[in-house]
């Protein structure tokens, strides 16, 4: 099933002036992809236990659609037990295209009067507005791919589910068997939704791939970051060390300090605290420990050259 979520807007009435004051939120549309030929038989599934959108006004442009432009496909009640011939030869099903129906802009071919353009203009369309619309969402997600789309939605808002999303295989849909005939038949009855689908894909693996690539590189800085902290501490100590060590008296100096060359004490004790004493967690309190006290520790630009060349060939969105 194809769902769009969106942010409530709060309105608050104010009784002295009789205005309205608008609450400033930010809108986020997220939606959810299924297969077209899968959607098609769950919902013929749906319809045949009864289930109906009566309540569902088809508002458009201001309006509801008139019975002569959008005839029922069933008398009575419901259609429930219907076959699913019956539900395929319904022309004004609108379970027919239904995805990009929902997610285009119907304005802009007359909602649903058909007399407006010709079909084929109208497909065109209504496909270009829905990959549009579907492309400056926020997040989308695919129902094939719940691992991936729980991956992106956490990434894309910075929040964690509490527990990982599970993939079925076995559903409604899966349980009806088809012919390749009737396989077909599907296809060409949502023609449009099928090349939705396939852009929808492409889109969201490459949206997966780029969150996929900032996050490793994301680490790698970091890492590099941790390293050159830890040098920087260990030479600081070291030269407080020597420091103090100047102000002995030579003899003793020389006692403590039997090696002439004290770079090469400071080369060998500085390769060895920084390949067998590195320790990511004190960099991270030493971090929080300098800010506090405001030792002006500026950390390094988050872009990179990696980063940059990568978005140059994806998609960006909002």
């Known amino acids: 099933?194809?769902?769009?979520?969106?942010?409530?807007?709060?309105?608050?009435?104010?009784?002295?002036?009789?205005?309205?004051?608008?609450?400033?939120?930010?809108?986020?549309?997220?939606?959810?992809?299924?297969?077209?030929?899968?959607?098609?038989?769950?919902?013929?599934?749906?319809?045949?236990?009864?289930?109906?959108?009566?309540?569902?006004?088809?508002?458009?442009?201001?309006?509801?659609?008139?019975?002569?432009?959008?005839?029922?496909?069933?008398?009575?009640?419901?259609?429930?037990?219907?076959?699913?011939?019956?539900?395929?030869?319904?022309?004004?099903?609108?379970?027919?295209?239904?995805?990009?129906?929902?997610?285009?802009?119907?304005?802009?071919?007359?909602?649903?009067?058909?007399?407006?353009?010709?079909?084929?203009?109208?497909?065109?369309?209504?496909?270009?507005?829905?990959?549009?619309?579907?492309?400056?969402?926020?997040?989308?997600?695919?129902?094939?791919?719940?691992?991936?789309?729980?991956?992106?939605?956490e990434k894309t808002f910075n929040m964690n589910f509490i527990s990982p999303f599970t993939q079925y295989n076995t559903t409604r849909a899966s349980s009806v068997e088809i012919n390749e005939e009737i396989q077909k038949r599907i296809e060409g009855l949502n023609f449009l939704d099928m090349e939705l689908y396939s852009y929808a894909k492409d889109l969201f693996l490459q949206r997966y791939q780029f969150m996929r690539q900032k996050e490793h590189q994301d680490a790698r800085r970091k890492r590099q970051e941790q390293r050159k902290f830890l040098k920087g501490r260990f030479l600081q100590t070291h030269f407080q060390s020597q420091s103090q060590g100047q102000n002995q008296s030579p003899g003793q100096n020389l006692s403590q300090n039997p090696n002439p060359n004290p770079n090469q004490n400071l080369t060998q004790s500085l390769s060895q605290n920084l390949t067998q004493n590195f320790n990511p967690n004190l960099i991270h309190k030493e971090n929080r420990g300098s800010q506090k006290q405001g030792s002006g520790h500026e950390p390094s630009d988050s872009s990179s050259n990696g980063t940059n060349d990568y978005i140059g060939s994806v998609e960006t969105w909002r």
């Open 1 to 153: 099933m194809n769902i769009t979520y969106a942010t409530h807007l709060h309105v608050n009435y104010t009784s002295d002036c009789c205005s309205l004051c608008f609450a400033h939120r930010n809108f986020h549309y997220i939606t959810i992809l299924r297969d077209p030929v899968s959607r098609y038989l769950s919902e013929w599934r749906h319809v045949q236990r009864g289930a109906t959108w009566k309540a569902s006004l088809h508002v458009c442009d201001g309006r509801p659609p008139t019975s002569e432009e959008l005839p029922s496909c069933y008398t009575g009640d419901d259609w429930s037990g219907c076959p699913l011939k019956e539900f395929m030869d319904c022309p004004y099903n609108l379970a027919n295209n239904r995805q990009v129906r929902m997610l285009s802009d119907l304005t802009l071919v007359g909602c649903y009067n058909l007399s407006v353009m010709p079909e084929k203009q109208r497909n065109k369309v209504l496909l270009e507005s829905a990959k549009s619309n579907l492309k400056h969402m926020a997040f989308f997600g695919l129902t094939e791919f719940q691992r991936k789309t729980q991956y992106l939605f």
